[in-house]
Structures are given as structure tokens and as C-alpha cells.
């Protein structure tokens, strides 16, 4: 058989790009003579440079001074050999990079600083900004701040970074906003979430990021007075990606929204290496009814579809009714006995998982 193993990182575990080559050992443990390509993919989220820069030969990996959640730091960034720049907003502030969850505090300042850097750099023509994993719920301002924009109080006073202060901002001051590259600014998004609403980004992932149903409602009303402020379309799909840092990168820097999942898949080649599959393997860290809105397993799923391959998935957790969706999947929390053995060897019981789906196949 031809396999094509295409996962995303195991958040917090593993990248995808090792993820991916281990569950190839495993297959081949169990299958030697099958034909087995490693795919890794992204979604926008962690792992996109890593996905970008395998995909681009002669790519070149920078990086700028940030002020991270921890204080300064390094904050990577790419630079293709067509002019290029890739941002990805998990490795300058996202959810692991921060002590604690701190939905009213956290804010996309050290994003906008690698947005500055990049914008910038005399060598850049576009900007790509990957928004997956983050921490905050601040509609972008704290970025559009690093890049010029005041976003000020009723009293002339600045607003302070993160949420908490949104309900209070009395009106933007756009005059210093740095331009754009004459490229323009794609955002690679991670999910189709609109700004406000149930499924928006406090409703849908301020729980994630630490907020209690108040702290949802409050984060909600401030996206919603942000919106007011601002204009925009807070309807449009993927504005609600990142805290909705999405939709402020699109109104008030003329950002456009691709679904990050589709556009890394097809930069790897993943469309046409299915044309001749015969298995495709997904795989993230968890997977529920979130992986098949703008997630790496979702497009997975939809090109296996079309495509006529059977679809297999290794994950570290699964929801049953999720699950339905696969033709196959194994978990790593159920074959290690426990999630913290899981995560705690998360490449031996990847090359288990391998070995599991080969027996199965």
C-alpha cells in the first residue's frame, strides 16, 4: 500500500514533523515493504514555520526582541526566498508561552513587535501571520499597538493591553499605524469562527484560555464595543481567530483570511499525494468537533473524501462522536493506559500507535 501520514503537532508533546516520522516507524515495524510518505501539516498554529520552511527550500529563519509573556525574548520568524515573511503568533505570545492562563491580561503586544520586524525588514514584499494557540481575547489590539496604533481611553489615556479595558476604549488613533508591505497581509487561520457570538472567539474558546462563563460574557461585551469602535465585518468567517485578533489584523490593516489548514496542505503537496494513497493518516492532539472547523484533521478528512482514500487518524484524545467521522483511529491516552503516560512518552507510544493502525490496515 501507498501511506501518506499527514498530522499536525501534538500540542505541548510533539511537533508534527517528529510525530509524523515516528508513527512511519511503526507503520514500517508492522508493514516494511508498503510505500510510506510523511506529510507534516499545520493549521495556522504551532508548527506553521516549521511546515513553511520544509515546504520552501532556501528559506531563511530570523528572528526579533519581543516582549514576551515571561519578559524579553527571541521570536522567530521566516523569510522565504520570494520576499515572504511568515509570523506565527504561537511562538512569540500563545498559551504555552504564558505562566498561567490569564484571559483578561493576555495580549498579542510580542506578535505585533514580529510584525513590525517583519513588515519592515527591506527584503519583505507580503506578510504571512499564523494565528493558531493563542492566549488572548484582545481583538488584536495589543499587535496593532506594537505597530503603531493608539488605541485610547475617554480620558486620552492609552488602553492597557489585553481585554480588560475593551468595554472603556473611547477611539483609535491610527495615524503612526506602520503600512502594510506592498504584498499585502494574508492570515493563516485555524478556525472559521466569527468574532462575536456563541461560537465566536470568547464564546467558543474563552473557556480554553481560563475564562469562567462571567469572564466569557465580559470578554464578549468588550469584543462587541471593540466592533463598534472599529467597524469591519466582525461576521466574516476566521475574524474570530486568536481572540479576534484576526478581524482587528483585517480592519485596521486590510489583513485578508485564508483557512490556514488548506493553504499549508497544499503548499506540501498534500492534494496530489493522495491522488495515487491508498491510507492517509491525520493526527493531533485531540480531536473533537473543533478538528473539522479549519483544523488540520478537517482537511484531511475532506481531500480523503474526495479523493476516494481511506482515512486513519492517530490522536492523543478522542471524542466517540468525532471519531465516527474516521474510518479508523487509535488514541495514545488508551493505549498507554492513561493521558499522562501519554504525554510523558509521547514517541514511544507514537511508533504503538504506528505499529496499531498498520495491524488494523
Known amino acids: 500500500m501507498r501511506v501518506v501520514i499527514a498530522p499536525d503537532s501534538f500540542k505541548g508533546s510533539v511537533t508534527a514533523s517528529r510525530a509524523a516520522a515516528i508513527l512511519r516507524l511503526g507503520w514500517l515495524d508492522v508493514r516494511p ?127 492597557p493591553w489585553g481585554a480588560s479595558a475593551l468595554g472603556s476604549l473611547s477611539r483609535v488613533d491610527q495615524s503612526g499605524l506602520v ?85 499549508i496542505a497544499d503548499l506540501v503537496g498534500l492534494p496530489a499525494a493522495l491522488d495515487t494513497a491508498d491510507v492517509v493518516i491525520a493526527g493531533e492532539g485531540r480531536l473533537d468537533a473543533q478538528s473539522f472547523r479549519g483544523k488540520v484533521v478537517g482537511r484531511v478528512s475532506e481531500l480523503a473524501r474526495d479523493k476516494g482514500v481511506r482515512l486513519l487518524a492517530c490522536v492523543g484524545m478522542a471524542d466517540p462522536e468525532a471519531a465516527a467521522r474516521l474510518d479508523g483511529y487509535v488514541a495514545l491516552a488508551d493505549l498507554a493506559g492513561s493521558t499522562q503516560d501519554a504525554m510523558a512518552r509521547p514517541e514511544h507510544w507514537l511508533r504503538e500507535a504506528g505499529r496499531h493502525l498498520a495491524r488494523s490496515s
Not at 37 to 56: C, F, I, N, R, Y
Not at 186 to 210: C, Y
Not at 232 to 241: K, N, T, V
Open 179 to 263: 503600512p502594510p508591505p506592498k504584498g499585502g497581509v494574508e492570515i493563516l487561520s485555524d478556525v472559521d469562527a466569527t468574532l462575536l457570538g456563541p461560537l465566536g472567539a470568547a464564546g467558543q474558546f474563552g473557556p480554553q484560555k481560563g475564562a469562567t462563563p462571567a469572564v466569557v460574557a465580559a470578554l464578549e461585551a468588550g469584543l462587541a464595543h471593540l466592533a463598534e469602535i472599529l467597524g469591519g465585518d466582525p461576521d466574516q468567517a476566521g475574524a474570530g481567530a486568536a481572540g479576534g485578533t484576526a478581524y482587528g489584523l483585517a480592519t485596521l490593516w486590510g489583513a485578508t483570511m485564508t483557512p490556514g489548514s488548506a493553504r
Open 33 to 159: 515493504d508498503d510505500e510510506v510518505v510523511s506529510l507534516p501539516l499545520a493549521d495556522g498554529g504551532e508548527g506553521t514555520l516549521d511546515a513553511m520552511a520544509a515546504a520552501s527550500p532556501g528559506s531563511r529563519l530570523m528572528s526579533t526582541d519581543v516582549d514576551g509573556p515571561t519578559g524579553p525574548a527571541d521570536a522567530p520568524w521566516l523569510l522565504l526566498p520570494d520576499g515572504t515573511a511568515v509570523v506565527e503568533l504561537a511562538s512569540a505570545c500563545g498559551l504555552p508561552l504564558w505562566p498561567a492562563p490569564d484571559p483578561f491580561g493576555a495580549h498579542t503586544f510580542a506578535l505585533g513587535q514580529v510584525l513590525l520586524a517583519a513588515a519592515t525588514h527591506p527584503e519583505v514584499e507580503r506578510v504571512v501571520v499564523a494565528l493558531g494557540g493563542s492566549a488572548s481575547t484582545d481583538g488584536g489590539t495589543g499587535a496593532l499597538s506594537a505597530l503603531g496604533a493608539q488605541f485610547l481611553l475617554a480620558n486620552g489615556d492609552r488602553m
